[in-house]
């Protein structure tokens, strides 16, 4: 079963960083992508970023130039490096993999305060 593990989250002032992580049990070459996902109160959640299997990534343009996502493939990780952050950054942020189906962290909080 796949199971995917998010940490990293917590309270920042807005102009801070932090670093979320996403632990897989499993390869990372196991899946075409992963990537981060967030939902903030009373929205939809909505995609952030994701790296394919090849290496390469992409960004919604809320974020571009400001977060940088990665991998450890021998950890079978992925990181989000978020900085420059912004009140509207807060959300519980999610973790997902993508092969035949898409499988989901439980998520990490990220509250951006002014």
């Known amino acids: 079963q796949v199971q995917l593990v998010e940490s990293g989250g917590g309270l920042v002032q807005a102009g801070g960083s932090l670093r979320l992580s996403c632990g897989l049990s499993?390869?990372?070459?196991?899946?075409?992508?992963m990537g981060w996902y967030r939902q903030a109160p009373g929205k939809q959640r909505e995609w952030v970023a994701d790296?394919?299997?090849?290496?390469?990534?992409n960004y919604a343009d809320s974020v571009k130039g400001r977060f940088t996502i990665s991998r450890d493939n021998a950890k079978n990780t992925i990181y989000l490096q978020m900085n420059s952050l912004k009140l509207e950054d807060t959300a519980v942020y999610y973790c997902?993999?993508?092969?035949?189906?898409?499988?989901w962290g439980k998520g990490t909080l990220v509250t951006v305060s002014s």
């Open positions: 997902a993999a993508d092969s035949r189906l898409r499988y």
């Open positions: 499993g390869s990372i070459f196991s899946f075409n992508a």
């Open positions: 790296i394919t299997k090849g290496g390469r990534t």
